[in-house]
């Protein structure tokens, strides 16, 4: 398949960030794994696999920014981010095997197009806004140019190993908050947030996967000292990566008053809905509880 390939640059996937689906989760693993022995059986010299910055997982604990030397740990219950773990683990497997084999492992932050978020930054976007988790950490945004100009940089450099891209340093909370502007959004404790999620999410009410909830409330944002080091050079800042993802909706072209009216309307409207969700999953919650109960009285 690779007959007289030097370089595979692997970005395929068949998975989204925000539809954990299982069968395509365990399908991204089977085209990894023909990947790399199709590249192991064609002497490819090296293999670059496009990851994510998620799988250091978003904890209470991690340092801001997070080297390269930081752990892999992604969050459990977000499983896309548990799958290119995998993925990661099993191309380091591979470049083992052979001294002269390279193996560059790229972790970007959430990706940006022009007028458009990516997939993870819609998830993330979305998560933060309507009733959100307590928390507010600071945030990245890679242009998918800066991100095409790092593989090339991985490639011409034969960059070994895991390696962070991301533009220099973050947004922070407040900064985010000019950017965005008023939104509405309800704060509630992690676990009440979990809670919604998968209730809305089995509901089919909103498309954000529970597990991505705590990478809305705990910093995970990345260093990219060691891809400057070998000559990358953004050409987007987070905030103009922020920018350009973004067309000026209704809302935006608002006066700042008018805008702060809504916002405080449509959050007053989401407490209304956070207390009919409480009551809903109270009343499933006591539900199973009977239901044990009734059971274990029978047995």
């Not at 095997?97 to 978020?117: M, Q």
């Not at 502007?181 to 919604?196: F, H, T």
């Not at 705990?218 to 103009?240: C, F, I, K, M, Q």
């Amino acid at each position: 398949m690779f007959s007289g390939v030097d370089v595979i640059v692997h970005l395929a996937t068949a998975t989204t960030p925000g539809v954990p689906e299982p069968a395509a989760e365990a399908l991204d693993v089977a085209i990894a794994q023909r990947v790399l022995d199709a590249a192991g059986v064609a002497g490819v010299r090296q293999v670059v696999v496009l990851s994510t910055a998620m799988v250091y997982g978003a904890w209470a604990a991690n340092s801001v920014p997070l080297t390269e030397h930081a752990p892999v740990r992604p969050n459990p219950d977000f499983s896309w981010a548990v799958v290119r773990a995998q993925i990661e683990q099993m191309a380091a497997e591979w470049g083992s095997r052979e001294p002269d084999r390279v193996v560059t492992i790229l972790r970007p932050a959430a990706v940006v197009t022009e007028s458009s978020l990516g997939q993870l930054a819609s998830v993330l976007h979305t998560a933060r806004v309507g009733v959100a988790a307590e928390g507010d950490p600071p945030v990245q945004y890679l242009h998918i140019d800066d991100l095409a100009s790092a593989v090339a940089v991985a490639v011409t450099t034969r960059l070994d190993g895991a390696v962070n891209v991301a533009p220099d340093g973050w947004i922070p909370p407040d900064a985010l908050h000019d950017l965005e502007g008023p939104r509405p959004r309800v704060r509630v404790p992690s676990w009440v947030a979990r809670a919604l999620a998968a209730l809305r999410w089995r509901s089919g009410v909103a498309p954000i996967p529970p597990g991505v909830v705590p990478y809305t409330s705990h910093s995970w944002v990345v260093a990219n000292d060691r891809l400057r080091a070998r000559g990358w050079r953004p050409e987007y800042t987070n905030e103009e990566a922020w920018v350009v993802s973004h067309d000026p909706g209704p809302l935006d072209r608002m006066p700042a008053r008018r805008r702060q009216e809504i916002a405080l309307l449509v959050a007053g409207l989401a407490v209304v809905g956070l207390i009919v969700a409480a009551v809903v999953l109270i009343r499933r919650l006591r539900g199973s509880g009977r239901g044990l109960e009734d059971r274990s009285q029978h047995h």
